[in-house]
């Protein structure tokens, strides 16, 4: 086979394997953002206000360990490369974590406070992390070449709200299959897990990192400090972090999208569907921006699309209570949201080669993790403010009887 036709069927072949690793993940961490906060309040049955604190506390720790796993990822040095191995390292953790945290124990509410805080980091660590920053820092790592890594990145936000829409549309009857209730949340959020582990084990052995460090630098293991220094004077790095956590701040409150539906629309809208035409919206606004990133290109894309999904809060802002009108803002705030989640994954990583030609350093993992840092402090910030305003309105635990799925 002559040498184009292998790089084409390589390059296919990194499209394919980033479609399964991104749907995958996703089906485990985009319903654990819809309905983890409902599962605790309402299931667990710990109070909001304690919910707040788990989640705020948890998500600055999950920030910092975001820089320390960047760190590490530099640091490897293997025949798979850089990410790849760590799909296979944390595969196993991240579904025992997931499992367990959907596990209510026989305990006082103290108890089911410390042990959902013990087991949200781990699944935060394991699976919103381990995973999370390597299946994105692919996108930087399989080519230099900037049209390849922009159809990646968009390739990338498809599936990954692909599987996002799956994930949700399917939940309700699915866990009702599984019995409802506590059993119902335990065996879906297990069976996701271990599906979507699958599909991103399926995308490291179909995927190949080629953008190698400096050959005369290869054998060195980055340490922190170095990797630090440059990623700080990476003044792009920081506009990346910036508009990872201000973004971030708007699909954290998406946590209150199951007691929206129950008890301020009075169940007359499923909180999956919901959430699946939210993530659906995201699907096809990815493919809508694809002519306009090329046109205008990747930041410009993306403020559009941001603008788009400030037009769609402002419209539900107006009528709350109108289900025609959630339908309406839900399809304008979702497929703005397209012109971001296309687009950033390439824009992460024009981000690494600039601090590369700056520095002489290169440095996906802390790059990724850096901005990922931003976006998990907006999400804990965003997370503390819904689960303060449920125990100020002393909505969850007070109304069992309406849980969901029943």
């Given at each position: 086979m002559s040498e184009p036709n292998m790089k084409t069927m390589s390059l296919r072949r990194d499209k394919v394997g980033i479609a399964f690793g991104s749907f995958g993940y996703n089906l485990g961490s985009a319903v654990l953002m819809t309905y983890l906060m409902y599962f605790l309040t309402d299931n667990?049955?710990?109070?909001?206000?304690?919910?707040s604190v788990i989640l705020f506390v948890s998500r600055i720790i999950d920030a910092f360990t975001d820089l320390w796993m960047g760190s590490m990822m530099d640091r490897t040095k293997s025949k798979m490369g850089k990410a790849r191995p760590w799909l296979l390292w944390m595969a196993a953790p991240a579904v025992i974590s997931m499992a367990l945290l959907f596990v209510v124990p026989p305990l006082n509410e103290t108890g089911r406070t410390i042990y959902a805080f013990i087991t949200y980091n781990l699944v935060a660590f394991f699976y919103l992390t381990a995973l999370a920053l390597p299946m994105n820092a692919l996108v930087a790592l399989l080519t230099s070449e900037t049209k390849h890594r922009l159809v990646l990145s968009q390739i990338f936000g498809f599936f990954s709200t692909l599987g996002a829409v799956f994930v949700n549309f399917f939940s309700s009857p699915i866990m009702q299959a599984f019995g409802g209730g506590s059993m119902g949340y335990f065996y879906y959020f297990t069976l996701m897990a271990l599906i979507g582990v699958g599909l991103m084990l399926l995308c490291m052995k179909l995927t190949k990192e080629r953008v190698q460090d400096d050959p005369e630098k290869a054998g060195e293991k980055m340490k922190f400090r170095t990797g630090a220094k440059v990623v700080v004077r990476n003044k792009y790095w920081w506009n990346a972090m910036g508009i990872y956590l201000m973004t971030s701040l708007v699909p954290s409150c998406w946590a209150a999208t199951a007691y929206y539906c129950i008890y301020w629309l009075d169940g007359q809208v499923d909180t999956g569907h919901l959430m699946a035409l939210l993530w659906g919206g995201i699907t096809a606004g990815i493919l809508l921006f694809v002519p306009v990133s090329r046109k205008v290109g990747k930041a410009n894309s993306a403020a559009i699309?941001?603008?788009i999904q400030a037009i769609g809060s402002v419209l539900l802002w107006l009528?709350?209570?109108s289900i025609p009108m959630l339908w309406i803002s839900t399809v304008f705030r979702s497929v703005g949201v397209g012109?971001?989640?296309?687009?950033?994954?390439?824009?992460?990583?024009?981000v690494v080669d600039y601090g590369e030609w700056k520095n002489g350093v290169r440095c996906e993992g802390l790059t990724y993790s850096g901005a990922s840092f931003g976006a998990k402090v907006g999400a804990g910030l965003g997370g503390a403010v819904v689960a303060a305003l449920l125990a100020w309105g002393s909505t969850s635990p007070t109304r069992q009887s309406r849980r969901l799925g029943r």
């Open positions: 667990m049955l710990i109070s909001a206000a304690s919910v699309g941001l603008a009528a709350p209570t012109g971001l989640s296309g687009n950033m994954n390439a824009m992460m990583a024009d």
